[in-house]
Each structure stands twice: as C-alpha cells, then as structure tokens.
C-alpha cells in the first residue's frame, strides 16, 4: 500500500487521499469528476508536498490547473491513464557564423522552466540546449552563450549581487560579446536594472534585463515572447543602453524596450505590467522589427570601452512618508548609522513638521535627505508651500522626477562612490541616464480609466 500510494497518489494525503482512493483515480489519470458546482475533465495531477488535502488538482484541456474541493465532488471516473514527462528537451544550439554573439546571463528567474508538482516549484531550463529546446526560434536571432551567477528570487537580489552582475557585464563586453542579456525575476526588475544604469556606463552593446509574469508551464505564458524580444534586442538594436524588456499590451503583439532608470512594475499579475514613468518606452520590439520610439539614445559600437563602477554604501533607506509619522523612525535609523535617507513625500514634497528636528539632528550628525513623491508621476517642488521651503532649509534635497526606487538605489550607488557629501549631492542631481528630466513630455502620464465613453471606445478598437 505504501508504494501505491507513492507511486499512484503523489502528494495527496488526508481526506483528499481517501478520496482519490474511493473512485479509483490515480495521478496522471484522465478523469471526468461530477460536483456540485459541474462536470470537469482534465488529468489529475500530484500535489505540492506542503499543500492541503482539500483538493485535487486537475489540468483541464485549456492547460490551466484548477483546483476541486474535495466537499462537492459526488462522482468520478478514470477514462485514462498517461504519465507526464514535464522535462524541457535539450537539442544543441546551433551556431551560424552570420549571427551576433548573444550573452545570456541567470539570476534565477525562470524565463523557461518546467513545474516540479512534488513541490510546486518552478525548475528554470537555463543550458543553451535546454533554452533551444524550450523556445527553438532563438537560433535565428543569436549565437547563445549562457551562464548561471547566481540563482535567487528577485525579492532576494541586492547590492551584492547588483556588483556581480556589473563586474560580469564588463568582462563580457571587454570578450567581445555583441549583447547581453540578463534573465530576472520581475518583482524586483527595476531596481537591478536602475543599479546597472549606474554601474555600467558608456556600454557599447545593449543590455537588456528580461523576466515572465507567467511561468513557462502555463498557456498563456510570456516568458518564451519576452525572451524572443530580448535576444533579438540584444543581438540587433542600435539601441547600446540598460533596458527592461517586457509584454507592451496584454497581447503579444509587441514588447517595449524601457530605459532602465525610468520603469516601473505597475500590476501585480498582468503580463503588461512595466511602464515607462513620466516619459515615452524608448522602443518597440517584435519578432521581425525593432522600432525606435524615443530619437536621443546611446548607439552601439564597434568598441569595448565601458564604464564599470561596481560601488554601493548598504546604508541607505527609502521613508514612506504617512500622515503623523512618528520621528522616532528617522531618530533611530541615524542613530544606526545610516548614511543616506531616501524620503517620499506626499504632494510636491512635504512631510509634517513633527519631522524637522529628527530631520535637523540628521543633518548635524552627517545623514543626508532627499526628497521624491508618493504621485510617482511629476516633479518636487518645494519652493510653493511654506513646508517645503522649511525641508529646504533644513538641508532636504529635492531629486526632480526621480522615481522612489531609483532614487534609493543611485544613493547607495552614490554613496559608494564618494564619502564628501557635496560630491555625492552632486551626482544624484547629475543625470547619468535620464533618471532625471527637463520635462515631462505631454503624453508621458497617460492612466485610462474604465467606464468612461471615450476610453471604453478606445479600449474595443485596440483593445488593452
């Protein structure tokens, strides 16, 4: 019995186990299931160790996987039996002397990959050959070279790994490499590629940070579109900067090339999740074309001169400002040492004024503040009310339209390059790529907004 179960019940247990049992239906079985809430047919397929024993998960012919309680099932039934084999093929990847030499580097996202159902977890294809084999069309773009820096979620990337991406980017480049590419997790994306903005200077070939919204197991995923942009980008763009490469609409009609100090995650799920904020993508990019949008941007060249400043001060830190905020807060980060405070503020730039001595007995011990906004679209202006000419005054220093998260990151970077606080105010007003702007173009804020005649119209002639 312990066998049959291992081998016919992977990862069920408790009363979902006894119901399995109870119909004759084993992992990997076609069944029709009855329930109270329909009929479903699908393969059954194993639970993550660590889930519950409430339901059976079913892959239903669309490719999605659902899950039925077992309370409303009244009937089942097996009607075949076929076990999966979820490993990527590996084939080797052709090389075709008439193609750039493509560089893909891993962080650990999982641009391709296979599900692991034991535990649930997503296992990345990374070797050319299992890429080749996953997503087949990149060996008309590229001669792919790949290698692993390191393997983490993005939540857990830092400054650390910021520096290793940075020294391995500038060794590429100085090999000869005609583009590079970096496969990352997309809920920190942004920050490593405003980290590499920094870092990396003057590059000669794009450089182009990709992830997926969608794992590649799913139908709907965009990992294999994302990573056929990304390759083609890197190898083919005239464009020579740091970009984030993901879905434009919700369709795979075309991907944007977003500079990397000016994007940002905008929704939690949808495959159209980056924005370009407070300005214009700086291109499109298809299977076929690569279209720029933005007519001032660094081109390529035949060179291998680049700028690596791999740098970054660990004491730094974001405030979000909120209505009453004690400052105690700002108290005992300066007390720990931090050296830089990064504050997002509400309206043009303000905060309560139960702030300024904490913020003043900063400034006396050696912190230094800047100030960005809440709005995240838009500029600080501190010289329209009385509160932000006290924070002025006060040695508050505004960034511009520097988003938040970029702000945080180029003061840590900042930081690292130099200890004088006259030099380091002086390069995070010093754009060093667009970070901050003269203006914002008429149609860098555009949010629609359902329900409306004009924008309901729009949305049913090109849709999302």
Known sequence: MQKETKDFFQGYKGEALESLKKYNVRVWGQAE??????????????????????????????????????????????????????????????????????????TGGTIASRLDYRTGAVIPAFSPGELYGAVPELADYCNLTTEKVFAVFSENMGPAQYIQLAKAIGKEIEKGIDGIVIAHGTDT??????????????????????????????PSSDAALNLIHAVHTAGHSDIAEVMVCMFGPTSDEYGFLHRGTRVRKMHSSYRSTFRTIGDTPVATVTRDKITPIKKNYNHRRKDRNVNIY????????????????????????????????????????????ELYPAIERGVEKGAMFFMTLQTIWGYVHMYVYDTGRDLLAKGVVPLGNMLPEVAFVKLGWALGMYDDPTEVKRLMLKPVNEEITEREPYNGYLVYQGGVPEVENFIKRYRK
Do not use: C, W
């Open 33 to 106: 299931f009855s329930t109270t809430r329909g009929q479903f047919f699908g393969t059954v397929l194993p639970r993550a160790e660590n889930e519950d024993d409430q339901h059976i998960v079913l892959k239903i012919s669309t490719g999605y996987n659902i899950g039925i309680d077992i309370k409303t099932i009244t009937g089942a039934k097996e009607v075949g039996y076929k076990k999966a084999n979820y490993k990527i093929p590996e084939k080797e990847f052709p090389t075709n002397e008439g193609l750039p030499s493509v560089k893909l580097i891993g």
């Open 189 to 218: 994306l942004h920050h490593t590629a405003s980290a590499l903005s920094f870092m990396v200077q003057n590059s000669p070939v794009p450089i182009v940070l990709v992830g997926s919204q969608r794992s590649s197991d799913r």
């Open 310 to 353: 791999p740098v970054f001060n660990e004491k730094v830190t974001m405030i979000y400002y909120y209505p009453h905020m004690n400052p105690e807060i700002i108290d005992t980060l300066v007390d720990m040492g931090y050296k830089g405070i990064i504050i997002v503020g509400t309206g043009l730039g303000h905060v309560n004024r």
